[in-house]
Structures are given as structure tokens and as C-alpha cells.
């Protein structure tokens, strides 16, 4: 494939072709048909990814690697912040609550921890504002960054819906930084990191939409964490007490990851939906103009949303059982909510986001015609079946690579067997192409 | 490329299907959401009219380079008068059909107004033919 290992997107996974079986089971559930398997390898069209991580999630041998940033690089920054989702804490016993954690991340090397929602309570202002006074309803969450691109790939027409009020990640950075820099600190000596429960923040960070750029350092992976937070706690190197935190969070704030925290909090009509395949359901509806009188949309890709993040340890629904647990024993106000405004509002709206619709078929619509009309004849004669052994994801899919030149009918083993009975393929052609999809996968 | 797709009076569940399949069509050719948006909202509506009106019908889309030709072809009543039927509120649709939220008399003026194209013919008793244009660009 042509955009293998280049492109103009920041890609938060990569396949490790060393380690990679080519199984295809990532292929089966890839929501946009971005894999193929070639040459016993699973490739991926780059710009069709929306990294919401479903095929590392599947992927039986562990070849697909997140491109998270280097711990060590923490330690090239005076000011260390590690800015902290609530559910990392609702993953461990309850013996290990938020204080002894929080020490623990400063004895791990952090000086200061931030809960990742400390803006939510802002935002919820912010947002209520915005909803009521958006001309565009339903009005869709820029919470969830897949959902974002998955918007910008598949649902272009959508994405004037897209909320442009930065998420709480973004607003708990901003207010740091710009503290740390009003306090008359050099803002080359604060690192502020962030503690991911996904890939696609990863890549929302690195490569964000709407003409705004991140004032985060770094992301640490959140798996990673989550052992180096349990093995301190056995070798009972709890810390000396000296980082700095601010555990003053809401029931709203804590809630916020997991599916309904959003809903919950705004008011009018509020739907929240998880799971990236409920969410093209919706959207598909959205588009076509089905739905009415909904004011505003909380759409998360993962089920269970953040705590089914692909680098959560915990259990989705233990994690998020806890979340609420924690969540309606909080304070109901945040002290904080005043002053994270006068540091955060000016850099609160982005630009809207710019559709990334891929072109399936290219960019000249006479061709484009042509194309999809060849594609419509070969899928009359594809079995219909999507069994994947031609290493595409669907018959579809299939007919659309021989359309684009990427792979040929014979690809297909029903093509194999009718041309093997018709005299025109030998067996040992028919393996070969096997072969050249798969890899060598037994002795022949 | 030519696709075609049949419509049974009386089927509101089906009804949006085949604007749906257009709609699909036109996103994988990359055409500009807000022209397929006016398709959708006009063919919608048009199959709306065959399923509310008449007895059966054909509708037949003809993707060419500079936009998309939909012809509807309804087998029923037809339309005594076409004047007053593209005129907006009014509605010859039955009790039952309005229940269920159709048939406010929006129909053929909304088709009008997202056409950069829009011709009817109708013969009574025999069925009228909708033939519509809407350019990519």
C-alpha cells in the first residue's frame, strides 16, 4: 500500500510488521476498512484511521504499538505536571485511594498532579451557553477525538455540529501553563503531561483539529503508569509527600469520562451514545436529517466510554461502577471555577474542524463514476459473503482495491475455485496467490 | 451510472430508502455535503409522494459528470392540478396519512425549491412522472 509508514497524519499505533502474524483480526473490526492483510502483514491506509484502537485491542500477538511519548523525557523539565483522569484511580483496590496514588506519581518522578477534569464545572457553563446559541443542533461533543475524526472522515457533512469549545484535557493545560507563567516561572521549564487511557488522545494532542495548538509536553501512556503506580505501592515507596496536589473535584468532574457525564450536565435535550458502531448508527440518522429536537449529542468511542480506553487496566464496568461511586460522594462546586476562567477563556473556542472526507475514488468525478460503477459489477459477482481470505475486510472492499489496481478478482477463493473447474488457474496458482496474501501459513 | 430502486404505495416504513442509497453514492463520489443534502431532502420527499399517493412506483437515478438526474415514475391517481399542487400548505393527502406526519402540502414545493431542475408531468387516473435535476457544483 502506498501510504504505508508515511503520511500526513499523526498516527498514534503502528504495526510492528516483525510481530505481525497477519491474522486479520484487525481487520474484521476496523469501523472504516482501513486494514488489509499483504504479504502475511496486516498494512493501513493511513488517512482513513480514526485511531479509535479497536484492532489493538483484538490483536492476538501484541504487533500493534502506541506511539506514546518516552517517560524519560519528564526529567528534561524543572515543573513535572502530570495531569491525571479520575478513572486512573478507580482502577486500583480501595486501600490505595487518591492521596497515596497522587504520592506515589510524585515518587515515580512528577512535582505536581492535576486532576484532567478540574475545568469540567467552567466548561459546563461554557457549554450550556453554546448549545443554546448554536444555530446548528444537534449540537456533538468535541470530547472524544475518534468520534471527532470519525466525523471528519465518514460524516463530513456533520462537522459544523462539532462543538468548538476546546475539551477538558486542553482547558486543565492551559490553566497550568498559564499559571506557571504568571507566577513568573519560564515556560520552557514546565513539562505538562498527560496521562492517556487511549491512542486517539494521543493523536488529538499531537495533531489537533481546528487551528489550535497544545501546550502539552508529553503523553505517557496510561498502562504504563498503572504498573509503575503498583509496583511503588509493593515496594511500599510511597513517596515523601512533597508533590503537589489538587484533589478539589466535583461529582460532575468525575463523572465526566464515563458515558452520561456529559448528557447529565447539560441541559435541553441530551443524548449520550457509546461505542464507535452505535455512534455511525446515530450520525448515519443525524445526517440524513431523522433527528429532531435533540440539542445536543455526547458521543464517546469506546464502550463504557474512557473507562473502555485500550490502555485502561481496570474493568470497563468495575471502572466506571467506581467513577460513580466517587462521583456521589464529591462536592457539588468547585472553588476553583473563577479563576480557571481568567486563565483559560481566551483560548477556550478553536476553529471549527475541516472535514477530512477521503476521496474513495479519486478527485475527478468522471472517473470517480466510472470507478464506483465498476465496483457496483464486481460486487454482483463477489460471493458477498465477507469471509476476508482475500485479505480485504468486505467483497466490497475487495472490489474497490481491484478497481484502484491494489489486488485482483482472483484474490477471491470462490473466483479461485470457479477458475480452477473452468481449466484457467492451476492449484498451485491459486496457492501462490494465497501466499502473496498471507503469508506462508503451511507447508505446500 | 444508473441505479434504480422501486417504491410500494403505502410503505412508509421503506420510505427514505432509496434517498438513503443516493445519499451513500454521493459520499463515496466526495460530492459537496450541502449539494447532498438538497438530493437527499428532494428525493426523500419525492418517495414520500409515491408512497403516500400512489400505487407503485420506480425511481431511477442517473449519476452523470455534472450532477444527478432523478426521474420518479409512479403508477396511481395522478394530479388533476399542478399549479395548485406546487402551491405550499396544499395537501390532498388522507386523514391517515397525515397522522402520521406526512402530507403537510410541503412536499412538491420543497422538491421545487432544492432542484436546480424540476419538471412534472401527470396524466389522472394513470400516474405522473417527476424528472429533477440537481448539479454537483
Known sequence: MDNKGQNSYYRGLEIMADVCIGCSHCMKVCPTEALRVSGGKATIHAEWCID?????????????????????????????????????????????????????????????????????????????????????????????????????????????????????????????????????????????????????????????????????????????????????????????????????????????????????????????????????????????????????????????????????????????????????????????????????????????????????YGSDIKIAIKKMEDVRNLKKILPGIDCGACGAPSCEALADDIVSGERELNNCVFMQVKNEKAGTLQADEAISIMEKIWGKKYDS | MELEYKVEGGDFTQAGYASSQVKKVLKQLGINPIVIKRVVVALYEAEVNIVAHAYRGVITAFLNEDGIRLVLDDEGPGIPDIDQAMVKGYSTASKEVREMGFGAGMGLPNIKDNADEFDIVSEVGKGTRLNIFIKYI
Open chain 1, 52 to 360: 479509535c484502537g479497536n484492532c489493538y485491542r483484538v490483536c492476538p500477538t501484541r504487533a500493534i504499538r502506541v506511539v506514546d511519548d518516552d517517560f524519560e523525557q519528564i526529567y528534561k523539565y524543572e515543573h513535572r505536571i502530570l495531569l491525571v483522569p479520575s478513572l486512573f484511580y478507580s482502577q486500583f483496590e480501595d486501600k490505595m485511594d487518591v492521596s497515596t496514588i497522587n504520592n506515589i506519581i510524585g515518587e515515580i518522578g512528577f512535582t505536581e498532579v492535576c486532576p484532567v477534569e478540574i475545568g469540567v464545572d467552567y466548561l459546563i457553563e461554557e457549554m450550556n451557553k453554546y448549545i443554546d446559541e448554536s444555530p446548528v443542533k444537534p449540537v456533538i461533543s468535541s470530547y472524544c477525538p475518534a468520534i471527532v475524526r470519525l466525523i471528519q472522515v465518514r460524516f463530513p457533512s456533520l462537522v459544523d455540529n462539532i462543538m468548538t469549545l476546546l475539551p477538558p484535557l486542553e482547558i486543565a493545560a492551559q490553566y497550568h501553563k498559564n499559571r506557571y507563567v504568571e507566577d513568573g516561572v519560564v515556560a520552557e521549564n514546565v513539562g505538562i503531561f498527560y496521562l492517556t487511557p487511549c491512542v486517539a488522545k494521543i493523536v488529538a494532542v499531537k495533531d489537533p483539529v481546528g487551528g489550535y495548538k497544545s501546550p502539552i509536553t508529553g503523553v505517557i501512556n496510561m498502562d504504563l503508569m498503572y504498573s509503575k503506580v503498583l509496583l511503588a505501592y509493593k515496594q511500599k515507596r510511597f513517596g515523601d509527600g512533597s508533590i503537589k496536589t489538587n484533589e478539589d473535584i466535583t461529582s460532575n468532574a468525575i463523572r465526566w469520562a464515563s458515558t452520561k457525564g456529559e448528557a447529565n450536565a447539560t441541559k435541553g435535550v441530551a443524548l449520550s451514545i457509546d461505542g464507535i458502531s452505535h455512534a455511525m448508527e446515530f450520525l448515519e440518522k443525524v445526517e440524513n436529517g431523522d433527528i429532531e429536537g435533540v440539542d445536543f449529542i455526547e458521543l464517546r468511542g469506546c464502550d463504557e466510554s474512557c473507562a473502555g480506553g485500550i490502555l485502561v487496566r481496570g474493568n470497563r464496568f468495575l471502572v466506571s461502577d467506581d467513577l460513580h461511586k466517587r462521583a456521589s460522594v464529591a462536592p457539588w462546586i468547585n472553588p476553583h471555577v473563577k479563576e480557571i476562567r481568567k486563565y483559560c477563556a481566551e483560548y477556550m473556542k478553536f476553529d471549527g474542524v475541516q472535514p477530512r472526507a477521503f476521496m474513495k
